[in-house]
């Protein structure tokens, strides 16, 4: 069976770092399409980061030049590091898989409909 399983999430204050994990069992990133997702209350889920099975990645633009997605070399462990954090990128943030051997476009790879597998969450609060 496919798990996710998320790790790091915290309280950071503006401007600083994080990085959060997600550890999978039952395949290996890389033979899937992957990507990382974020809710805040009463907002709808958003795809932040995407990492498809040639290594190209994908980014919202909200985050772009501070947010990198990437994986281990044993391809066992996904990444999403987080510099200059800012109060609005509080949310409960998801990793996500979709099928083996998937393809989808920029658009797709950022959107949830397109992923079968996900994480229980990590909370990240971005506040002074």
């Known amino acids: 069976d496919v798990q996710l399983v998320e790790s790091g999430g915290g309280l950071v204050q503006p401007g600083g770092s994080l990085r959060l994990s997600c550890a999978a069992s039952?395949?290996?990133?890389?033979?899937?399409?992957v990507a990382w997702f974020r809710q805040a209350p009463g907002k709808a889920r958003e795809g932040v980061a995407a990492?498809?099975?040639?290594?190209?990645?994908n980014y919202a633009n909200s985050v772009k030049g501070r947010f990198t997605v990437s994986t281990d070399n044993a391809k066992k462990n996904l990444y999403l590091q987080m510099n200059n954090l800012k109060p609005e990128d509080t949310a409960r943030y998801y990793c996500?898989?979709?099928?083996?051997?998937?393809?989808?476009?920029?658009?797709?790879?950022?959107?949830?409909?397109?992923?079968?597998?996900w994480g229980q969450g990590a909370q990240v609060t971005v506040s002074s």
């Open positions: 996500a898989a979709g099928r083996p051997g998937q393809s989808m476009n920029k658009f797709q790879a950022l959107d949830a409909a397109w992923y079968d597998y």
């Open positions: 039952g395949f290996t990133y890389r033979t899937y399409p």
């Open positions: 990492l498809d099975i040639d290594g190209d990645t």
